[in-house]
């Protein structure tokens, strides 16, 4: 399926920032922060509306919901999905993909952890999870010691209901002892976004070479 792209060309970067929404948001929501998290311009910015429209919503999912949770089938083809993207980009652009990050808020957290986390991923430059869990879908195997190395940027809100600190902390947790480069924050919020998560975002953007 064609996914629909809102696209931060930056002339001469050679890095890419692949920004995933989360559930009811669309693919303008984060691009709107890639000015203040990257203002050196060392990245251009791939920022996909995610697969399935909400009813008289203007925003979409990245998957099927079931009253027993997410649809497997709608994650997995979501993974591979956004795979594909990211490695036609890559390849259209000569960028591979040791340059790319991926990140993601909520829904869209979830998915860059299974996309570089699940068996056979390629290596990323980093992985940005913003109020997110562990991917656990039957049918996605994680293979996180394969990402050891890789810098990961886990933030969260500690007054989250939808993701409690415990299930954000898990990530962290997940990705340590797998031998990821965890840079961990907590802010006083809940399900959302504060301009403090992103100035702490351009600082982590900023090491990665």
């Given at each position: 399926?064609?996914?629909?792209?809102?696209?931060?060309?930056?002339?001469?970067a050679?890095?890419?920032?692949?920004l995933?929404?989360?559930?009811?948001?669309?693919?303008?929501?984060?691009?709107?922060?890639?000015?203040?998290?990257?203002?050196?311009?060392?990245?251009?910015?791939?920022?996909?509306r995610?697969?399935?429209?909400?009813?008289?919503?203007?925003?979409?999912?990245?998957?099927?919901?079931t009253?027993?949770g997410?649809?497997?089938?709608s994650?997995?083809?979501?993974?591979?999905?956004?795979?594909?993207?990211?490695?036609?980009?890559?390849?259209?652009?000569?960028?591979?993909?040791?340059?790319?990050?991926?990140?993601?808020?909520?829904?869209?957290?979830?998915?860059?952890?299974?996309?570089?986390?699940?068996?056979?991923?390629?290596?990323?430059?980093?992985?940005?999870?913003?109020?997110?869990?562990?991917?656990?879908?039957?049918?996605?195997?994680l293979?996180?010691?394969?990402?050891?190395?890789?810098?990961?940027?886990?933030?969260?809100?500690?007054?989250?209901?939808?993701?409690?600190?415990?299930?954000?902390?898990?990530?962290?947790?997940?990705?340590?002892?797998?031998?990821?480069?965890?840079?961990?924050?907590?802010?006083?919020?809940?399900?959302s976004?504060?301009?403090?998560?992103?100035?702490?975002?351009?600082?982590?953007?900023a090491?990665?070479?």
């Amino acid at each position: 399926m064609a996914l629909t792209l809102y696209r931060i060309d930056r002339d001469g970067a050679q890095r890419r920032l692949f920004l995933l929404h989360g559930y009811s948001a669309e693919q303008h929501h984060l691009a709107a922060y890639v000015p203040l998290v990257d203002p050196e311009e060392r990245f251009s910015a791939i920022c996909p509306r995610a697969l399935h429209d909400l009813p008289d919503a203007d925003g979409a999912s990245w998957w099927l919901r079931t009253p027993d949770g997410p649809e497997p089938g709608s994650v997995l083809a979501a993974v591979d999905t956004v795979a594909a993207l990211i490695a036609e980009q890559a390849a259209e652009r000569a960028i591979p993909t040791e340059r790319c990050v991926v990140g993601g808020f909520s829904q869209g957290g979830v998915l860059s952890l299974a996309l570089a986390g699940r068996r056979g991923a390629p290596r990323f430059a980093g992985v940005w999870a913003m109020c997110c869990a562990l991917p656990q879908v039957d049918g996605l195997e994680l293979d996180l010691g394969a990402g050891a190395g890789t810098p990961a940027l886990v933030q969260f809100g500690r007054r989250d209901p939808i993701i409690p600190v415990e299930r954000a902390g898990a990530v962290s947790d997940a990705l340590r002892r797998a031998g990821w480069k965890v840079t961990e924050h907590g802010y006083d919020m809940d399900h959302s976004q504060r301009i403090e998560m992103m100035v702490d975002a351009r600082s982590w953007l900023a090491t990665l070479p």
